[in-house]
């Protein structure tokens, strides 16, 4: 079975500051790994997804993520937080059975203040 | 615009009140899912249907209902909702059932059971 742990349920950081968002995984089969964003009162959307090849992989607004076989996780970065990155970051990874099955963490609600 | 439209936005209802929450998607994805959220848990899938009269359980199936009888549409049913159903449900849709399709979101529907 899979599972994914966020670390921290929330984060917060000056603007301007570097953004680290932690996340690890448990897969018994090869994962595919994911960070969706939810602004407030909207859906989640997706901000890079990590399935082969490069391990570092690049989002939008500046986020990236690196996937870590060895530790198991798929932390999310970015080098400098904007005010507009205020939202609730999720990590997920595929469950077992080949399809579009996503097994969430709980979120890590992400804080920016001036 | 490519998009997941969930309705009703906000529904307040009593215990044991048959109600349908609806999702279309206009993209003409094959795949279809319904996700509750709630706090501490992220998201946790309840059905998902691969294609057109072919729909199978989540994590979380009891006490509702999913039909897909046409491409576009996958409303959610719960026949007799209780209290421990008031949660923030998502519709999502992805191209293909394949492992690692981006997932689209509606905006959620926020149920609350009296």
């Known amino acids: 079975a899979q599972s994914v742990t966020q670390l921290g349920s929330h984060v917060s950081v000056s603007e301007g500051a570097l953004v680290l968002l932690r996340c690890n995984y448990s897969s018994s089969v090869p994962p595919y790994l994911f960070w969706y964003v939810q602004y407030p009162n909207q859906g989640l959307q997706l901000l890079l997804k990590?399935?082969?090849?490069?391990?570092l992989v690049k989002g939008i607004n500046g986020f990236e993520a690196e996937f870590k076989k060895s530790e198991t996780s798929f932390h999310l970065t970015n080098p400098s937080a904007h005010m507009s990155d205020a939202a609730e970051y999720f990590c997920a990874v595929t469950g077992s059975g080949g399809y579009n099955k996503l097994i969430f963490g709980a979120g890590t609600r992400l804080a920016v203040h001036p | 615009e490519a998009q997941v439209t969930q309705n009703p936005r906000y529904l307040i209802t009593v215990t044991g009140k048959k109600l349908t929450v609806t999702c279309s998607q206009n993209m003409n994805h094959e795949y279809m899912s319904w996700y509750r959220q709630d706090p501490g848990l992220g998201l946790r899938q309840i059905y998902y249907s691969m294609n057109v009269e072919v729909t199978d359980k989540g994590d979380v199936p009891e006490g509702y209902k999913v039909s897909r009888k046409e491409k576009r549409n996958f409303p959610l049913i719960l026949e007799s909702p209780s209290p421990n159903q008031t949660s923030l449900y998502f519709c999502a849709s992805s191209l293909s059932q394949g492992a690692g399709e981006k997932l689209f979101f509606g905006s959620g529907t926020q149920l609350s059971v009296l």
């Open positions: 990590y399935t082969t090849g490069a391990t």
